[in-house]
């Protein structure tokens, strides 16, 4: 099963993938990973992350299209993997989600949602730490202001308060979700 974890820029999605990757063993691929390598060729790259300015839907496409192909080498590793990203545009994403999903037999979306305050403070935080990285407070305002509502969300993980209690659950949620189809490929528990 692909497990896709979607949310806002500064919604907590890396460290919600990482640790449901951790509890159950389970690949994570980093979309951002490929955003870096395609932006590497891409002349216009750095002033978009420089500026704020969302990455084009045909930047976002051939990210999503480099993305797959690591799936389809990775279904030979393991029954499932995870991958985060802000998911913004309906346009791109449900291609995405439609193909993730048939390569690795099944797709869950998890949508992360917080509270602005905590998107600002953690956004300040990340600013004081890296230099350079691609979301910051500019990139979260655009997305905002283009981002389409999610309308495949399987689970949601409410991440302002009790990070364990909704880790807790949400690791319920995938167990359920991948457990009868997999038994024994799913060797974490929640």
């Known amino acids: 099963m692909l497990i896709a974890v979607a949310g806002s820029i500064g919604a907590g999605k890396s460290t919600v993938a990482r640790a449901i ?25 750095a002033e978009w992350v420089a500026s704020g300015t969302p990455f084009p839907d045909s930047f976002r496409a051939e990210v999503f299209r480099r993305t ?16 985060e990203e802000t998911f913004h545009r309906k346009s791109i994403r449900d291609p995405f989600f439609d193909r993730g ?3 690795l037999g099944g797709f869950s ?16 935080r990340r600013a004081e730490i890296e230099t350079g990285h691609m979301a910051g407070v500019d990139m979260y305002r655009s997305f905002q ?3 389409d509502p999610q309308d495949r969300v399987d689970h949601v993980f409410r991440n302002d308060g009790d ?8 690791c319920r949620y995938i167990l359920d979700k991948i457990a009868p189809a997999h038994g024994s490929a799913v060797s974490g528990t929640p």
């Not at 797959?68 to 590793?77: D, F, G, K, N, T």
């Not at 979306?109 to 300040?124: H, T």
């Open 109 to 124: 979306l998890i949508e992360v949602v917080v509270d602005e305050s905590k998107v600002m403070e953690r956004l300040a």
């Open 163 to 170: 990070f364990e209690r909704e880790l807790d659950a949400c």
């Open 101 to 103: 999903g048939s390569l």
């Open 68 to 83: 797959l192909q690591c799936l389809e080498s990775m279904r030979a590793v393991s029954p499932h993997v995870i991958v």
């Open 21 to 45: 990757a951790e509890t159950f063993d389970i690949p994570l691929h980093s979309i951002d990973d490929d955003k870096l390598a395609i932006g590497a060729t891409t002349a216009s790259f």
């Open 145 to 147: 202001a283009v981002s």
